[in-house]
């Protein structure tokens, strides 16, 4: 998913969801096919993929009682529907993660944080 709030969008695709069909790691660039066949190029922090289930379920306990009953229900059938690894499934999730920013920022992270790209590694002895 392109993040919804990405303040320059290429595509103009802000919140859609879309297929990666190719990436250069090393120069961060993503290329996105969309449902209308347009395409855009986007940095690993211009996207949102899921967190694994797991984590959405640890949120569920953690937060139970600060997360209105909605967005309760809807990290639920995320976290469920992601537990088939199945791809239909995986869409259907991001389907219901597109209508609340809440649900998206407990149930997603950039793939730039995903891949751990942004992570500083220190050498030492």
């Known amino acids: 998913m392109v993040h919804p709030e990405l303040l320059d969008d290429p595509a103009e695709k802000m919140g859609e969801m879309g297929t990666i069909t190719a990436a250069d790691i090393a120069e961060d660039l993503v290329r996105v096919k969309f449902d209308d ?9 211009a996207l949102l993929v ?25 990290l639920k059938a995320i976290a469920l529907l992601l537990d088939y690894k199945r791809t239909d499934f995986q869409q259907k999730a991001m389907e219901i993660a597109q209508h609340n920013t809440q649900v998206i920022t407990y149930a997603m992270v950039s ?13 030492g002895r």
Do not use: C, W
């Not at 066949?37 to 922090?45: E, H, I, M, V």
């Open 37 to 45: 066949d347009r395409r855009g190029l986007y940095a690993t922090n």
């Open 50 to 74: 899921f967190k694994p289930s797991d984590e959405i379920y640890q949120h569920l306990k953690q937060d139970v009682m600060i997360l209105s009953p909605d967005v309760f229900k809807d």
């Open 111 to 123: 793939l730039e944080d995903s891949l751990g790209l942004n992570q500083s590694y220190k050498r």
